[in-house]
């Protein structure tokens, strides 16, 4: 059974910096790409970042140089650092995990609570 559990979120100002982890069961953790999406109210969820098991990663456009996917494999946990946060980075953020590294949510099998991150400008 794949089980996410996502944990860091909260509220910052502009500029501020949060990190977000996605505890995962080892089984997703060693053999399933890892992404992190984001859903503002009335927006769509969109794919913020992933990384896959070779530890390759990808990021949106509006993330890139901002923030950062990391695994730590002691802890089986994948970390989502986000520097130069911006009011519009303000979403509730999801950790999911798949075979591969889908670019649609509709395409990922395992999906975990989520976690508010809130970002007062």
């Known amino acids: 059974q794949v089980q996410l559990v996502e944990s860091g979120g909260g509220s910052v100002q502009a500029g501020g910096s949060l990190r977000l982890g996605c505890a995962a069961s080892?089984?997703?953790?060693?053999?399933?790409?890892m992404a992190w999406f984001r859903q503002a109210p009335g927006k769509e969820r969109e794919r913020v970042a992933t990384?896959?098991?070779?530890?390759?990663?990808t990021y949106a456009k509006s993330v890139t140089d901002r923030f950062t996917i990391s695994k730590d494999n002691a802890k089986n946990t994948v970390y989502l650092q986000m520097n130069m946060l911006k009011a519009e980075d303000s979403a509730m953020y999801y950790c999911?995990?798949?075979?591969?590294?889908?670019?649609?949510?509709?395409?990922?099998?395992?999906w975990g609570q989520g976690t508010q991150v809130t970002v007062s400008s």
């Open positions: 999911a995990a798949d075979i591969f590294c889908y670019l649609r949510e509709s395409e990922y099998k395992h």
């Open positions: 080892r089984y997703a953790y060693t053999d399933f790409c």
């Open positions: 990384i896959n098991t070779h530890g390759d990663t």
